[in-house]
């Protein structure tokens, strides 16, 4: 019988328990094929600086999973998009671990989504969509706008960039969710002006204190719902939302 300790992911067996998720053997494999995958392709990219097993278990694979504790529906079919996806977190191990949602990967790096789609097929992941595009362009684009239920976005920008990046995608009261530091309750009061203009409002602000160890103890999650139609003329062209945030 293959067990969590026999694939080397008996760390994240632990403490996905603690967010109320029960990883199968099968799943388990999956995260180990998938840290196996990441550190041959991270030969050819510059996907992360952390590599090892125990790191990657805590500060990629279980950081990505407590989106379960700002977003509770995981429901079947839910259409999620990852903004900035790189190595594919938070995405594909909300995926493994929820292997019923539909997963758009948006990555503006060519290198970055060549391995994307080799770790996508590697892993034998149905449903997900991986995309060369930024999100500036995705947010215009048919197919794309307004059509997400969840957008994720983790180290990618400061709130209010990744608002007017994120709600653009989003259905009527979809939910952004980022990936924060020490600053993330600041964070998320600077984004006011953003919010307002892009027609959103912060629905929680989570500490994931209660997580640490084995997450760093100043780790939050912010979750904005879209509450109101966005304007036509958001998201900016590329880079103004950057170097111009509202």
Partial sequence: MTTAAGLGMEI????????????????????????RLLEDGNKRANLTAITGSEAVQVR?????LTAVKAVTDWRDGLRVVDLGAGAGFPGVPLKIAVPSIRLT???SVAKKTTFLDTLVAGLGLHDVDV???RAEELGRTEGYRGQFDVALARGVGAMPVLVEYALPL???????????????????????NALVELGGKVTGVHSMKDLSPPLPPDRWLVAVEKVRRTPGKYPRRIGVPAKQPL
């Fill in 12 to 35: 994240l067996n632990e403490q996905a328990a603690r967010l109320g998720l029960d990883l199968s053997a099968d799943q388990l494999a999956q995260f180990a094929e998938y840290h």
């Fill in 60 to 64: 990629h694979f279980f950081d990505s």
């Fill in 105 to 107: 990967l948006v990555e």
């Fill in 131 to 133: 995309v060369t595009m």
């Fill in 170 to 192: 989003c259905k009527g009261h979809g939910t952004l969710v980022a990936w924060k530091g020490k600053d993330g309750p600041a964070e998320a009061q600077a984004a006011d």
